[in-house]
């Protein structure tokens, strides 16, 4: 199983509403990130998480809240977001972080999130 | 991370080879050249990355100068499902992070 899954897919929320990204992968990979990317811009690197520890926050405003429970599974938790926060929200793994290899970063359809 | 250049949009006649150049004059001798594409509305997908030999895989060809400061990426019989942004990535091999680091891209459009 190659795949990573996002859910929702689409996501409509107020600027006072409290809601979450979900991201899972079941290929035993230790490294999962969090991209922004805006209408035809690339994507943007917010959060990457290594054996489930945050190891990097692009200075991503807090109102973004991340979370690994465990090794297959990621959150994006969300509250009090701006209009300008609408964006396609990928998430994405890798086998490892940092550890000296190169390898690739599988991505997740993404969750198009509109705030209104 | 190095910085790349690419051309904004290119078109290509489905069945032919589509010929995607990358600029990367500034790549560093431990900097790898990666390949990623988006279709429309779906995630990046990887599709090949090289230090300075040529490389093929099912996908693609990716051809590097050189000098290593320009790269090619060849799809040899494009089809209307190539239809995407390419993005051309340079990377460290081995460094701390893992970061990718997206351009602008190309868009391709391969034309029935």
């Known amino acids: 199983d190659t795949e990573v899954t996002q859910t929702p897919k689409h996501l409509v929320m107020g600027m006072t509403n409290k809601k979450s990204l979900k991201c899972e992968q079941h290929?035993?990979?230790?490294?999962m990130y969090w991209y922004k990317q805006k209408a035809k811009k690339p994507p943007e690197l917010m959060f990457v998480y290594s054996y489930e520890k945050l190891s990097i926050n692009e200075s991503v405003p807090s109102r973004f809240s991340p979370e690994c429970p465990n090794s297959s599974l990621l959150n994006l938790h969300l509250h009090a977001l701006q209009p300008e926060d609408s964006a396609l929200y990928l998430c994405?793994?890798?086998?490892?972080w940092g550890t000296g290899f190169v390898d690739e970063q599988f991505f997740g359809p993404g969750t198009r999130l509109t705030v209104l | 991370d190095a910085k790349t250049t690419q051309p904004t949009s290119m078109d290509c006649a489905e069945g032919r080879a589509a010929n995607l150049p990358c600029n990367h004059s500034t790549i560093s001798g431990n900097e790898y050249v990666y390949w990623y594409r988006q279709i429309h509305s779906q995630g990046p997908q990887y599709i090949i990355h090289g230090l300075k030999n040529n490389e093929t895989n099912e996908m693609a060809s990716l051809i590097i100068t050189e000098d290593r400061k320009s790269s090619t990426l060849i799809l040899p019989h494009a089809t209307l499902r190539d239809t995407a942004v390419y993005y051309c990535i340079v990377r460290v091999y081995g460094g701390a992070t893992n970061k990718l680091i997206f351009g602008t891209g190309t868009l391709l459009a391969v034309q029935p």
């Open positions: 994405a793994s890798s086998q490892d």
């Open positions: 290929m035993g990979h230790r490294a």
